[in-house]
């Protein structure tokens, strides 16, 4: 085996020999300081459970092997346990989300009513011509045909020593003119 493949034994022994003398002292189920009574104890045997389970390749074939191999990353959760304060500051961590949650559906209502306000308010009325040159008062009454994306050349035509005749020359591809809302708008709710 390689050298991680070493020390992912090791260490699975060494923690599994942690479980089973805490199980040995404390008892399995029953009693108020019994093993599988704390939660933390209850994550670690579900991640020296995993541990085994991927060193043995039991699920290699199968789809659930990857989700096994992603719980494996619940490992450093172990130090917690032995850690006072870490244990205190990820429970406190877990007693805040449901208040969090809270604070985010008054805060998704409150940008709802607001939404549904800006829509009453200024939908469709944002509307503009593609082209550029088509302006507002009488934006939507210009914007008809089609318009010229691209640059615009002056060429010089005649012979040399008359006076040469200037022309206007479009370089480009012709462009539909679309009265159009412009991408971030408040026509619906979703944009």
Same mark, same amino acid.
């Given at each position: 085996?390689t050298?991680?493949?070493?020390?992912?034994?090791?260490?699975? #022994?060494?923690?599994?020999?942690?479980?089973?003398?805490? $199980?040995? *002292?404390?008892?399995? !189920?029953?009693?108020?300081?019994? =093993?599988?009574?704390?939660?933390?104890?209850?994550?670690?045997?579900v991640?020296i459970?995993?541990?085994?389970?991927?060193?043995?390749?039991?699920?290699?074939?199968?789809?659930?092997?990857?989700?096994?191999?992603?719980?494996?990353?619940?490992?450093?959760?172990?130090? #917690?346990?032995?850690?006072?304060g870490?244990?205190?500051? $990820?429970? *406190?961590?877990i007693? !805040?989300?449901?208040?969090l949650s =809270?604070?985010?559906?008054?805060?998704?209502?409150?940008?709802?009513?607001?939404?549904i306000?800006?829509?009453?308010?200024?939908?469709?009325?944002?509307?503009?011509?593609?082209?550029?040159v088509?302006?507002?008062?009488?934006?939507?009454?210009?914007?008809?045909g089609?318009?010229?994306?691209?640059?615009?050349?002056?060429?010089?035509?005649?012979?040399?020593?008359?006076?040469?005749?200037?022309?206007?020359?479009?370089?480009?591809?012709?462009?539909?003119?679309?009265?159009?809302?412009?991408?971030?708008?408040?026509?619906?709710?979703?944009?």
């Amino acid at each position: 085996p390689t050298h991680l493949g070493l020390f992912e034994l090791v260490f699975n #022994i060494l923690f599994s020999f942690e479980a089973l003398v805490l $199980v040995g *002292a404390r008892g399995l !189920v029953l009693g108020k300081q019994s =093993y599988l009574s704390d939660n933390w104890h209850r994550l670690d045997v579900v991640i020296i459970t995993v541990s085994w389970v991927d060193y043995f390749g039991f699920f290699n074939g199968f789809q659930s092997a990857k989700t096994l191999r992603m719980m494996r990353a619940l490992k450093p959760l172990r130090v #917690i346990k032995h850690n006072k304060g870490m244990r205190d500051v $990820v429970n *406190a961590l877990i007693a !805040v989300i449901i208040p969090l949650s =809270y604070v985010l559906v008054f805060l998704s209502t409150c940008i709802l009513a607001f939404s549904i306000v800006a829509v009453g308010v200024f939908g469709g009325k944002l509307n503009s011509c593609s082209n550029p040159v088509a302006l507002y008062p009488l934006g939507k009454a210009e914007c008809a045909g089609v318009f010229i994306l691209g640059s615009v050349k002056t060429a010089s035509f005649g012979r040399p020593g008359v006076a040469q005749e200037r022309q206007t020359v479009h370089v480009g591809f012709p462009v539909p003119n679309a009265w159009a809302p412009p991408r971030n708008n408040f026509d619906s709710i979703a944009t």
